[in-house]
């Protein structure tokens, strides 16, 4: 486990979430800087969407602290923690169906990133364009397929002017032409200095940006550092492929 | 940005238009009571109640998802606050706005609770709120039970002095309410009214204020409702409890929204006009009107579960009182006219990117 560095944007302290019985988050330590980009794999289950959930605010860990920009933000809902700068995506896009996929993201333009009319216009222009969605942008999001209301979950999630983007598996199901898109569209974040936590199984597409890879299994985090690194652990290999029985 | 960037549009040339329009509506409507009967005052006076009643709901459950089916009780809380005010001493129609702002502020405790409950739990909550409340105010003596009173103190003036009066205000009510659902719809606070609709967490998740909205567009229906309310007293004059906290007020509500077009501005006022129509042609027929009612909801909501605006704006682009955004990318090669929204064009925006 790395130490907790100095210059943390964001750091979650003895995270536990359970579901009655069920412990899905088991104390988690996580901390990252503002200019890094983590990647987080795991096998299907091992509580990295509940962790994205606990960490950007849409329900509260059971225990445990959760820190942004120097505050504590445990007991902040996701509509402050959005505003503070911490944004996420969702696993299963949650579309404005009814509004068209500008609109959509207009409202975050407006009220995640606070800005005046013109500008919320310029802002969602821009992450429309950037997510290559300026042409669907009068489309009624229900209208929308699979691939393009992930590109609106990101363009949302970015016209809302995040310091810091939790994605979750935006990249699931794209072809190697649409994935290298993405992975651009991730580059050009992270020139904008904007940090990346991204939850993904589509590990050679994560490691192209990804800095530091975070792998959890059954509630916790048993690897943790750089990619390669985490990818031989002995640990990681045995989640993935199953250590036999025990 | 460059000169050529894309542009946002609000309105159209033909929502211009309709902008006049309803402005020379508004005025005619002002102006008729000198070329109507007496009867056909009341009439009107009785449409824009309607259209104030459809507006409200069409706001909150159209463009909130907020669906209730318990707002009689704004609408009775306004006639009854009326008569208790009226009775105070105060002037019988000033008793009908403060009654208003009353129900207001009496819905803002009431949002605090009924608030925190979800889509089915919320519509039926709201209804044995409305039940509740009925109870209640047959508890007031004034009231005497369901045998309810009278606004007594209208009395003082002549029939067609209240009449003009009733209906002026009745007009000035339905055109200020409605420039304030239009205003608050097509501002940003619109934008998030609808994001919560469609997906609460998702509208969390981007920095909208959800609780706050909808407690905003909860306290306004009510007020809306309450002067529909407190008008249909004063034209009305009799209070009984179980007249005005009917949940056929809701269904009213229901029907005229569904019809008009769910979620369309304009189509709440084109609902209250074909209730109203349909009510005063067959209204005499007693329970074949009912009947009627009815199965004109049933083919409704078979047939064009949008409603009649929403099929037409579906159908043919129509947008005049349009609340939503367009974006219009600047003419290029590839683009002579500036429309955009073909698929092919999307696909090959995307390789670009």
């Known amino acids: ?246 | 940005m460059s000169a050529a960037s894309p542009t946002i549009e609000r309105g159209t040339a033909a929502s211009r238009i309709a902008g006049v329009g309803v402005l020379a509506i508004i005025l005619l409507l002002a102006v008729s009571p000198q070329f109507l009967s007496a009867g056909a005052v009341d009439r009107m006076t009785t449409l824009f109640i309607y259209v104030i009643l459809a507006a409200m709901w069409n706001a909150l459950a159209g463009f909130g998802g907020l669906v209730s089916v318990g707002q009689q009780v704004f609408f009775g809380l306004g006639a009854y606050f009326a008569i208790r005010l009226a009775n105070a001493g105060l002037n019988p129609f000033v008793s009908l706005f403060v009654s208003a702002v009353i129900v207001g502020a009496v819905s803002w405790p009431i949002s605090l609770f009924m608030l925190r409950l979800k889509n089915g739990e919320f519509a039926i909550g709201m209804w044995v709120i409305a039940a509740l409340t009925h109870l209640l105010v047959n508890l007031d003596r004034l009231i005497q039970g369901e045998t309810g009173t009278s606004l007594i103190s209208l009395n003082v003036y002549d029939a067609s002095t209240r009449r003009l009066t009733i209906y002026w205000l009745a007009l000035a009510s339905m055109t200020a309410l409605l420039a304030i659902l239009f205003g608050l719809l097509r501002g940003s606070t619109g934008a998030a009214i609808r994001a919560i609709r469609d997906n609460e967490d998702a509208a969390a998740s981007v920095g909208v204020r959800v609780t706050g909205t909808k407690r905003l567009l909860f306290v306004l229906a009510a007020f809306g409702i309450g002067v529909a309310g407190a008008l249909w007293l004063a034209t009305s004059i009799t209070f009984q409890p179980k007249t005005y906290f009917n949940v056929q007020w809701t269904a009213y509500m229901i029907f005229m929204v569904l019809v008009g077009g769910i979620g369309t501005f304009e189509g709440a006022i084109l609902g209250a006009l074909l209730f109203f129509l349909i009510e005063t042609w067959f209204g005499g027929t007693g329970v074949w009107y009912l009947i009627g009612l009815g199965a004109t909801a049933l083919v409704f909501s078979l047939l064009l579960p949008r409603g009649l605006w929403g099929t037409l704006e579906e159908r043919f682009g129509w947008r005049l009182l349009s609340v939503g955004y367009r974006v219009k990318l600047p003419p290029g090669p590839s683009n002579p006219t500036g429309e955009i929204a073909s698929p092919l064009q999307t696909t090959n925006s995307r390789e670009k990117a």
């Open chain 1, 1 to 246: 486990m790395n130490a907790m560095p100095n210059g943390a944007i964001l750091s979650a302290a003895g995270i536990h979430k359970r579901f009655g019985a069920l412990v899905v988050l088991d104390d988690i330590d996580f901390a990252m800087g503002a200019d890094e980009a983590v990647g987080i794999v795991g096998p299907n289950g091992a509580g990295k969407t509940t962790l994205l959930s606990v960490l950007s605010g849409a329900y509260p860990p059971s225990a445990g602290t959760i820190a942004f920009k120097g505050g504590d933000v445990t007991a902040l809902p996701a509509t402050q923690r959005c505003r503070l700068g911490l944004v996420r995506t969702h696993q299963v896009p949650k579309p404005f169906g009814g509004m068209t996929a500008f609109e959509n993201v207009f409202v975050a333009a407006s009220h995640g990133a606070g800005l005046s009319r013109d500008e919320a216009y310029e802002e969602a222009l821009g992450s429309l364009k950037l997510c290559g969605m300026l042409g669907v942008a009068n489309r009624r999001a229900e209208t929308l397929g699979l691939l393009d209301r992930k590109r609106l979950e990101l363009a949302r999630a970015l016209a809302a002017k995040p310091t810091l983007l939790l994605l979750d598996e935006i990249g699931g199901g794209l072809t190697d032409g649409e994935a290298g898109e993405l992975v651009e569209t991730i580059r050009e974040l992270r020139r904008r200095k904007i940090g990346i936590v991204w939850i993904e199984h589509i590990v050679h597409v994560l490691l192209q940006v990804a800095e530091r890879l975070i792998c959890m299994d059954a509630g916790k985090i048993i690897a943790d550092g750089e990619p390669q690194a985490v990818m031989a652990d002995p640990q990681v290999i045995s989640a993935y492929l199953g250590g036999g029985p025990k």
